[in-house]
């Protein structure tokens, strides 16, 4: 297994190329179910999770063409030959049940895996389940498999989601799209990689409004036509790379960054002393002078501060002035970065669902192990402010997540390498 060495190495100067959202490409990728016609994405990041989604939706019958180095993600459903969503598949990525959905609106039937145990937290499908209902859905669990079939077809309901789940808002509106009727989904989740899911919809002939509000409508159609979209950013990578130069310190210009996307985040690295301006290019941040302040986090659904950045924020606190509480209210098990952290000298507490984290100083190299793909880059942003070496052995949940990392991080002045085969 590859691990990742890295060596505090100073303050950061440069570029950092922004790659397409890999979280949206997820929910993008299934849409292609919807439609007979082809589907192009453009902009896809060139990721782990990409190829597990190709290959789920080639077991399926679709075509997946990879073109300029995997950029761009030639599709199309036009012959399917299955419905089944096996779990030697699904098991490696949660998002794999994103094709429920779309098979369940295209074919009337679908089986799927119910995707196991998550290193975060239980994770369960009951309001993807609730919303598939109650579009006219028959859903049973049998020997570890969702079977689900539409006797008469979707049809159009209200359904008001118990908790704004990101993927539960995805499966329910890609199959409301093909439904009979109108659905209005409430406590609809809001983050960005649902209006990007909601604008391909429609261009491919969807009727869908109020994507980014809590109350979405779709007014079914009979079928979906083929369409060229283009992913947006990514807000997590480029909330990563906007916090390695408040951590190590220097100036980072994040290319193709939109801080609109960020939410509540920005505002905290405002809180904590860093700056951070929109620039026609991208996003600038820069820490030029002295420790960041500590500020306290608590996650919550979009605009709010996102969870999939709680554990490179904790990283930036591990060296704040000050003591900061971090609240995970999404995830049940999501600090498992923190004794990493601690290996290091940081000095956090964790209590459930909260961690104190007491700046100290400095940090100090230590071999240290990720956990997931969050936690796994924490650890590298935090290493590059810590004196001496540190090594981060299983790093494959990185390349899940992050296109080119040590790349892009040496660009601006990092010292990292990756060792193959440790
Ligand atoms: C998506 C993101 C993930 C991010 C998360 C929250 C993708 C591929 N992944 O995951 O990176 O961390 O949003 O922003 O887009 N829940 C239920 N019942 C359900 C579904 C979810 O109780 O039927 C709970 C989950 O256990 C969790 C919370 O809701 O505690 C959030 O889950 P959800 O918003 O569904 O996240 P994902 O779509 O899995």
Not at 74 to 83: I, P
Not at 379 to 403: C, K, N, S
Request: charge should be negative; charged fraction near 25%.
């Amino acid at each position: 297994m590859d691990s990742i060495l890295v060596r505090g190495n100073g303050a950061l100067s440069g570029e950092i190329p922004i790659a397409g959202a890999k979280n949206a490409c997820l929910t993008l990728m299934p849409a292609t179910l919807l439609s007979e016609e082809p589907l192009t994405l453009t902009n896809a990041p060139r990721l782990s999770d990409i190829k597990t989604m190709s290959t789920l939706l080639r077991s399926l019958g679709a075509e997946v063409v990879s073109l300029q180095d995997g950029g761009v993600l030639a599709m199309s459903s036009h012959d399917l030959t299955s419905t089944w969503a096996d779990y030697d598949i699904v098991r490696k990525m949660r998002a794999s049940n994103l094709v429920l959905g779309p098979l369940l609106a295209r074919m009337g039937h679908a089986e799927v895996s119910l995707p196991g145990g998550c290193a975060i937290g239980a994770r369960p499908m009951d309001l993807h389940i609730h919303g598939l209902e109650a579009l006219g859905a028959e859903i049973e669990l049998k020997d570890g498999y969702l079977l689900a079939k539409a006797p008469k077809g979707l049809k159009g309901a209200e359904i008001a989601l118990r908790f704004a789940s990101v993927g539960a808002t995805e499966n329910i509106v890609m199959a409301a799209a093909l439904a009979r009727g109108t659905t209005v989904l409430t406590n609809a989740a809001r983050e960005p990689e649902i209006v990007d899911l909601v604008k391909c919809l429609r261009q491919m002939g969807a009727q869908i409004q109020g994507e980014g509000t809590e109350r979405i409508e779709i007014q079914g159609v009979d079928r979906l036509h083929g369409a060229t979209h283009e992913v947006v950013a990514d807000r997590i990578e480029l909330g990563t790379y906007m916090l390695a130069p408040a951590i190590a310190g220097g100036e980072v210009e994040c290319i193709g960054g939109r801080l609109d996307l960020l939410g509540a985040f920005v505002e905290k690295l405002d809180e904590a002393g860093v700056a951070v301006e929109q620039t026609n290019r991208g996003v600038k941040v820069s820490r030029k002078n002295g420790r960041v302040k500590a500020v306290d986090v608590t996650t919550a659904v979009f605009p709010g501060f996102p969870t999939d950045l709680q554990a490179q924020m904790m990283a930036l606190m591990c060296t704040a002035e000050g003591v900061s509480e971090l609240h995970e209210t999404i995830f049940e098990n999501r600090f498992m970065h923190a004794p990493e952290l601690v290996r290091m000298g940081a000095d956090i507490e964790v209590h459930g669902g909260t961690a104190t984290v007491t700046g100290v100083k400095k940090l100090k190299g230590a071999p240290v192990m990720a956990t997931d793909l969050r936690a796994s880059v924490s650890l590298i942003l935090a290493a590059m402010a810590a004196e001496g070496e540190t090594r981060v052995a299983r790093v494959y949940h990185l390349d899940r997540g992050y296109e080119q990392l040590e790349k892009k991080l040496m660009g601006v002045g990092a010292e990292i390498e990756r060792i193959s085969g440790e």
